[in-house]
């Protein structure tokens, strides 16, 4: 059966004051630790995406209690260490932060366990993860290092000191969960900086872990062999979602929106420094701290913005948001430069080349390499175009908004897929005032 198709047309003066929903990676990582945990973890404003509740049943399968209670979420922990073996095949769908995090925990129990996804996540290298995560002591077997795979984990974990080859903090992640399931102290060595929620959760949920260093060079070490204690976590508002909402009410004369309670992570953040850049009429108020993150209201409105170049060293603070900022670059005045995009060829499409592609069809001037992107901007976008999102949630958001402010309305091909890290998209953009529809 062909999926439904969402249709986004010219819009102008997105008003309001709305939510959106929790930030996806520290909902992954609440869940996780709640089910390390000893005791219970409750969690409020969970992001319930297909991404993330495929984690939590991950955890259900190995023994962990993880139900809704009313609105909020319920982890019953197994303590470090106290996972048991899958029933069956740990089906991760669309999430490649899922199935990562996981590998690590997995490293560390007595158990077996299958573990695949859908057809785009076993396309994607899982070979950075599975180096360390060797090293350690667990056994993969399947064909290379894509899924499926079959992991065995080890109650002997090794503790290593490792350098990340590439910044990613799902292999941080990956290993410093691994790490605490092993003797003495597991150490990551980070060159530029990449995500903290990982070692943040971890203190907060009572971890030994510590950072040194300073410029780019960190080490960030955990201590094994602890005992996590079930805490009461609050999820902020994923700054990946709002990016989509940000860049709309941008584009759209005559907009005003502010978005509540967002994550503003100096890992994070990126793309809004970008925006501000570009002249972006922008601003963080309200700015708390909430659950160990700082958090804060976003206000942002129509800004005539200028094209800028972005430098590869801010790659890591804004990986998932160069789709939408590529958009945004192709309504600013003259051009928009973006280094150090290579990790964008192996995220849920080739990003890079579906992000090129998509501008073209809709008659913006684009080039790429193999890690760059360059968009000249223009007075008016002729969009009209049909694109193809290769089964990826944020090309689809991303040429959503680009259809707001093009001439003609833009068509992506495929709706559902946006559920896995948005569920509520649609409905929050027309709340706004932008015209999406459903259409055959």
Avoid at 172 to 182: D, E, I, N, P, R
Avoid at 236 to 265: C, K, Q, R, W, Y
Avoid at 412 to 433: C, H, K, Q, V, Y
Wanted: proline residues 5%.
């Amino acid at each position: 059966m062909p999926s439904a198709k969402l249709i986004a047309s010219k819009s102008n003066g997105l008003q309001g004051r709305i939510r959106v929903p929790g930030d996806k990676s520290i909902s992954h990582r609440a869940l996780i630790l709640g089910a390390l945990a000893t005791g219970s973890t409750r969690i409020s404003g969970l992001l319930e995406s297909e991404d993330v509740l495929a984690t939590g049943r991950a955890l259900q399968a190995l023994g962990a209690g993880v139900e809704r209670d009313g609105e909020q979420w319920c982890v019953f922990g197994r303590g470090v260490g106290g996972l048991t073996r899958a029933p069956g095949t740990l089906d991760f769908g669309n999430s490649g932060t899922g199935a990562r995090l996981m590998m690590g925990i997995l490293a560390g129990n007595d158990v077996t366990a299958a573990v695949t996804g859908d057809e785009s996540l076993c396309r994607r290298p899982m070979g950075r993860v599975l180096t360390p995560l060797r090293k350690m002591g667990l056994n993969v077997d399947g064909e290379g290092d894509t899924l499926p795979l079959t992991l065995t984990g080890s109650t002997d974990l090794i503790p290593i000191v490792y350098e990340l080859p590439v910044p990613s903090a799902q292999v941080k992640s990956a290993v410093l969960l691994a790490g605490l399931h092993a003797p003495g102290e597991t150490s990551v060595i980070e060159d530029a900086p990449t995500r903290d929620h990982t070692e943040r959760m971890l203190q907060f949920f009572g971890a030994d872990v510590r950072s040194t260093g300073d410029g780019g060079r960190k080490t960030i070490t955990v201590k094994g062999g602890g005992v996590l204690s079930g805490s009461d976590v609050t999820v902020p508002g994923d700054p990946s979602s709002a990016a989509f909402l940000v860049a709309a009410a941008l584009m759209t004369e005559g907009s005003d929106v502010t978005i509540e309670g967002v994550l503003i992570n100096p890992t994070r953040i990126g793309f809004y420094e970008t925006l501000k850049e570009m002249g972006a009429a922008l601003t963080f108020e309200n700015e708390r701290l909430e659950g160990g993150e700082p958090v804060a209201d976003i206000r942002v409105s129509s800004s005539a913005l200028k094209g800028v170049d972005v430098p590869a060293a801010r790659a890591p603070t804004m990986i998932d948001e160069y789709p939408i900022l590529a958009v945004v670059s192709a309504f600013a005045e003259g051009e928009t430069r973006m280094q150090g995009l290579e990790e964008l060829r192996v995220k849920e499409s080739d990003r890079l080349a579906s992000t090129l592609a998509g501008l073209v069809a809709c008659g913006v001037e684009a080039s790429a390499t193999d890690d760059s992107l360059r968009v000249v901007g223009a007075p008016t976008i002729a969009g009209g175009a049909g694109i193809e999102t290769h089964m990826d949630h944020r090309i689809a958001m991303a040429f959503l908004v680009l259809g707001l402010g093009s001439e003609k309305s833009v068509v992506i091909d495929n709706a559902p897929i946006i559920a896995t890290s948005f569920p509520e998209f649609a409905g929050l953009m027309r709340g706004l005032g932008a015209k999406i529809e459903e259409t055959g």
